[in-house]
């Protein structure tokens, strides 16, 4: 089981796929994780609930995505997460994984974060994209109340106007006071343009990522959360915000450098 170490890098794929690329990622995961001394917990989607359009790839589904999950976990020895989007989902996940996570658009479901919390694994929230800092703390506190081993809220960005998001960087601190929650940082989200595509789907700003991660690192991020791919344009979900696998390692190590200056007199 996990408690949200610090710091703590989840990544993986936005939908998990057929073949074998969950794997590939999840290997290539391991490799930094030994590489970089820094824990490292898998996130892969079986469902995409929330897509732009009708016709959009949504995932393998509950059953083949948690078998996919669970191979991952068995040839990498990574940790794994995935979004449960409806309570009655939250028993069969809680069998494969090692934590839960509430989408930012359903943060303040209650039947959700309650059945999730029940679970009694450690639960990661992420924090909608109209929610204040403190607003959160309600979130938190149903997860809390309901059984979570251990909680993390997940900045992703406020809305401004309606094509664009913004990272306050003072969101860690005030997140932090506010839930008492390990606060990781959602570099990949972040950069989002919802409906910026001709089509209605959502766009994004991938060469903002490094920028944003590397200043969350130093403005109190307690862990990282990035959404990874060998090929971003292949990716059936988000591949308009992913950073590329290749690119990954070179990042998290010049975070870690960062994150080690500012965090080296604090208790881990």
Same mark, same amino acid.
């Given at each position: 089981?996990?408690?949200?170490?610090?710091?703590?890098?989840?990544?993986?794929?936005?939908?998990?796929?057929?073949?074998?690329?969950?794997?590939?990622?999840?290997?290539?995961?391991?490799?930094?994780?030994?590489?970089?001394?820094?824990?490292?917990?898998?996130?892969?989607?079986?469902?995409?609930?929330?897509?732009?359009?009708?016709?959009?790839?949504?995932?393998?589904?509950?059953?083949?995505?948690?078998?996919?999950?669970?191979?991952?976990?068995?040839?990498?020895?990574?940790?794994?997460?995935?979004?449960?989007?409806?309570?009655?989902?939250?028993?069969?996940?809680?069998?494969?994984?090692?934590?839960?996570?509430?989408?930012?658009?359903?943060?303040?479901?209650?039947?959700?974060?309650?059945?999730?919390?029940?679970?009694?694994?450690?639960?990661?929230?992420?924090?909608?994209?109209?929610? !204040? +800092? =403190?607003?959160?703390?309600?979130?938190?506190?149903? #997860?809390?109340? $309901? @059984? *979570?081993?251990?909680?993390? %809220?997940?900045?992703?960005?406020?809305?401004?106007?309606?094509?664009?998001?913004?990272?306050?960087?003072?969101?860690?601190?005030?997140?932090?006071?506010?839930?008492?929650?390990?606060?990781?940082?959602?570099?990949?989200?972040?950069?989002?343009?919802?409906?910026?595509?001709?089509?209605?789907?959502?766009?994004? !700003? +991938? =060469?903002?990522?490094?920028?944003?991660?590397?200043? #969350?690192?130093? $403005? @109190? *991020?307690?862990?990282?959360? %990035?959404?990874?791919?060998?090929?971003?344009?292949?990716?059936?979900?988000?591949?308009?915000?992913?950073?590329?696998?290749?690119?990954?390692?070179?990042?998290?190590?010049?975070?870690?450098?960062?994150?080690?200056?500012?965090?080296?007199?604090?208790?881990?």
């Amino acid at each position: 089981m996990i408690e949200w170490p610090r710091p703590v890098l989840v990544a993986g794929p936005c939908a998990l796929e057929e073949g074998d690329v969950n794997v590939r990622i999840g290997v290539s995961l391991a490799e930094l994780a030994h590489q970089l001394g820094l824990r490292v917990i898998y996130k892969g989607s079986f469902d995409k609930a929330n897509r732009s359009n009708i016709d959009a790839p949504r995932g393998l589904g509950l059953d083949r995505g948690l078998e996919a999950l669970a191979k991952v976990r068995s040839e990498t020895g990574l940790s794994i997460l995935t979004d449960v989007h409806e309570p009655q989902q939250a028993g069969p996940v809680a069998e494969v994984v090692d934590a839960l996570q509430v989408p930012a658009f359903l943060c303040r479901q209650t039947d959700l974060l309650v059945a999730v919390g029940a679970q009694g694994k450690p639960v990661n929230i992420k924090k909608g994209q109209w929610m !204040s +800092p =403190e607003a959160m703390a309600g979130a938190v506190e149903k #997860a809390r109340q $309901a @059984g *979570a081993d251990a909680t993390a %809220v997940t900045e992703r960005g406020t809305f401004f106007g309606y094509g664009d998001l913004v990272v306050d960087m003072r969101s860690f601190r005030r997140l932090r006071v506010a839930t008492g929650a390990r606060v990781l940082y959602d570099a990949t989200h972040a950069v989002q343009r919802p409906g910026a595509h001709p089509t209605g789907a959502t766009g994004g !700003s +991938p =060469e903002d990522i490094p920028h944003l991660l590397l200043a #969350a690192a130093a $403005a @109190g *991020a307690e862990g990282f959360f %990035v959404e990874t791919h060998p090929n971003p344009g292949e990716a059936p979900s988000d591949g308009s915000t992913m950073l590329p696998l290749h690119e990954l390692s070179e990042l998290m190590d010049k975070a870690m450098g960062i994150w080690t200056d500012v965090h080296a007199k604090t208790t881990v």
